[in-house]
């Protein structure tokens, strides 16, 4: 059997979400001046923190936006329900009859959602609700969690599973691709579903074929062991952090003990969408480890005080983080909306890392730009403002040949033994290098000519 038949042929028990941990809180004690309106500027400065404590718990923020919503549409909840992740969880929007309690839905969006079967259901917190434009379908988060007709269409190169994941599938749940390196499935649950999500066809569906469980981490665990070529396991899903703090310690300390596992990484969206799972509790578990952590932004939208909160709390907390976004139509492909992401991300201690072309899943065609967008956001950003605000733009190669960096073409050519490079105000200049091969194609116009 290839590896793929025997994943999908595992019988195994569905991680139950968010069961495990006690809520608790980190306190941090943190300031943030300036505007509070999530779309208006960046403030100014972030203060710096108190040391962390563990010790005692404090109140976690919620906005007036929130409060506003929660007041509107879960009247019998209070504070603390709104602030406990499990709470989130379990009230969740998940269904056509919920969308229509909260959103005014256009006649697409509620035949989408009474259409749709099987992986990838509707599903948003309502703190992320409380995010989104209510009565405007056009709104950036909303467009990118509430259903329409268009997921229905299949256009040429559109694949469920378009980067080859299954075929590299080395035991369970576990993609070894590149040489050193593993992407470990922990779970098939996220707190929300993201209608571009590269693994629509594993997440959200239980009873479906893709099975996940600790009997499947254990042979996935096995094979890491057995393979020392493996020194980075990157653990996502699903989303690893609506696993209960019990079982995240659990395989974090499994994968900790593996002598030549040297870097451990999680990808996750819930700092986003769920900032309130980032407990004291959670916190403790994740400092024994340190992971490095990577969140998938989209929006300056999601920029909140409740974000804001959590990604100081796992900054504080020690663990790396860095950020990962999807290029999207009409969502975040201006540059405006990506420099205000980017220098939103800095301001709360996230380096910008990746930002992806939309993987080719089957019904995303709405979602995806043209190439040359994300390259021409790329030279919008270099040069134009901090060289920490500038992620690497990466297309995640169809069929599993892996992410293929891509970026503005600064060459020029050659002037003799020089490489005339272009700098980002579009000037030449003139490097003298006899030996090297670049370029050598494209000869140019000496610079003192071009001048005259």
Not at 37 to 49: K, V
Not at 183 to 195: E, H, K, P
Not at 197 to 213: L, W
Request: glycine share 8%; charged share 25%; net charge positive.
């Amino acid at each position: 059997m290839t590896a793929h038949t025997i994943f999908n042929a595992r019988k195994g028990r569905q991680d139950r979400p968010l069961s495990e941990a006690a809520e608790g809180t980190l306190r941090t004690n943190r300031t943030i001046r300036g505007s509070a309106a999530l779309l208006g500027p960046m403030p100014a400065t972030i203060s710096a923190p108190s040391p962390v404590s563990l010790k005692r718990p404090n109140r976690f923020p919620i906005s007036a936006g929130a409060r506003d919503f929660m007041k509107r549409f879960y009247p019998e909840a209070t504070a603390e329900d709104w602030n406990d992740w499990r709470w989130q969880s379990r009230h969740r929007i998940r269904s056509l009859k919920d969308l229509e309690r909260i959103f005014t839905l256009s006649a697409g969006e509620r035949d989408a959602a009474a259409r749709h079967t099987g992986s990838l259901p509707v599903g948003i917190t309502p703190y992320y609700a409380s995010l989104m434009g209510l009565d405007d379908p056009a709104e950036p988060l909303r467009r990118t969690h509430v259903m329409v007709g268009d997921e229905f269409l299949r256009t040429p190169g559109e694949e469920d599973d378009p980067l080859g994941e299954d075929h590299d599938m080395a035991a369970p749940g576990l993609v070894h691709r590149y040489p050193d390196r593993v992407l470990f499935l922990t779970t098939g649950f996220c707190a929300t579903y993201c209608r571009y999500c590269t693994r629509a066809r594993v997440v959200g569906n239980a009873g479906g074929e893709y099975h996940f469980s600790v009997h499947e981490w254990d042979k996935a665990l096995a094979y890491i062991e057995e393979h020392s070529e493996i020194r980075d396991v990157l653990l996502s899903g699903g989303d690893p952090l609506s696993i209960g703090d019990d079982k995240l310690d659990h395989l974090l300390t499994r994968l900790r003990k593996i002598r030549h596992v040297e870097f451990v990484r999680m990808g996750s969206k819930i700092p986003v969408v769920l900032p309130q799972r980032i407990t004291r509790d959670l916190l403790r578990v994740l400092r024994k480890h340190l992971p490095w952590m990577s969140i998938h932004f989209t929006h300056p939208a999601e920029l909140s005080p409740e974000v804001t909160e959590a990604t100081g709390r796992l900054a504080d907390a020690g663990l790396p983080l860095g950020s990962q976004t999807v290029l999207l139509k009409g969502i975040n492909d201006d540059l405006p909306t990506m420099k205000r992401l980017m220098h939103g991300l800095l301001q709360r201690r996230v380096k910008p890392y990746y930002l992806y072309q939309c993987d080719p899943i089957s019904g995303s065609s709405h979602f995806r730009t043209t190439i040359d967008k994300g390259v021409e956001i790329i030279r919008g950003l270099r040069g134009h403002t901090t060289g920490y605000a500038v992620p690497t733009f990466v297309v995640d190669a169809p069929g599993g040949g892996g992410k293929i960096p891509l970026s503005p073409d600064y060459v020029a050519g050659r002037d003799g033994d020089a490489l005339v490079l272009t700098n980002y105000e579009g000037n030449n200049y003139s490097y003298v290098d006899p030996l090297g091969q670049i370029g050598r194609t494209r000869p140019v116009r000496r610079l003192r000519d071009a001048a005259e």
